[in-house]
């Protein structure tokens, strides 16, 4: 699937994204909606930890216990390390995928991750890194209302009965 830059097509999207949780909803469900932005800082080489990570953003929307997020990496590192991270990285936006989190499995012989920060307690997650172009795309051209929408109508995908 191409991705363009047109504003139209962030207008779309948004549109089909509303649609979609539209549909897939049987319920009303209760608001409040808490939408949650929590940006890790970059860290560089200890003693203890000989690894190099970027500063990461994560959006996360909770609502009735349940959470659905998606991450991204700014490619933004401590300055001591420019000199050390290959080429490929360039300050830029690159997004790792969506994930849910659960209080309840969502298939058979689901693991429990016994903390999440997300929901203040265990969960059941898992991770998409299969959608990271299209929040990716949703992020650069419709900005955080666009990334929130979507993440509204996953919510709506994982969580809400089908009609």
């Not at 009303?28 to 890790?40: A, H, S, T």
């Not at 300055?79 to 994930?99: M, N, T, V």
């Not at 849910?100 to 499995?105: A, K, N, R, V, W």
């Amino acid at each position: 699937m191409k991705f363009t830059a047109d504003p139209s097509w962030v207008a779309g999207a948004l549109a089909a994204c509303r649609e979609r949780l539209r549909q897939f909803a049987r319920k009303v469900v209760p608001d409040p909606i808490e939408r949650v932005i929590k940006i890790y800082p970059a860290r560089g080489k200890t003693r203890t930890d000989p690894g190099i990570m970027a500063c990461r953003l994560f959006m996360v929307l909770v609502r009735d216990g349940k959470a659905v997020s998606v991450s991204f990496s700014t490619d933004w590192f401590l300055k001591p390390h420019h000199d050390e991270i290959k080429d490929g990285y360039g300050f830029h936006l690159r997004c790792y995928g969506s994930a849910y989190h659960s209080p309840t499995p969502q298939f058979d012989g689901q693991e429990v991750n016994e903390w999440c920060q997300w929901l203040a307690g265990p969960c059941y997650c898992a991770h998409d890194s299969g959608d990271s172009d299209e929040y990716e795309q949703l992020m650069l051209t419709g900005g955080t209302e666009a990334v929130w929408a979507r993440l509204e109508a996953y919510w709506g995908e994982m969580f809400l009965e089908w009609v």
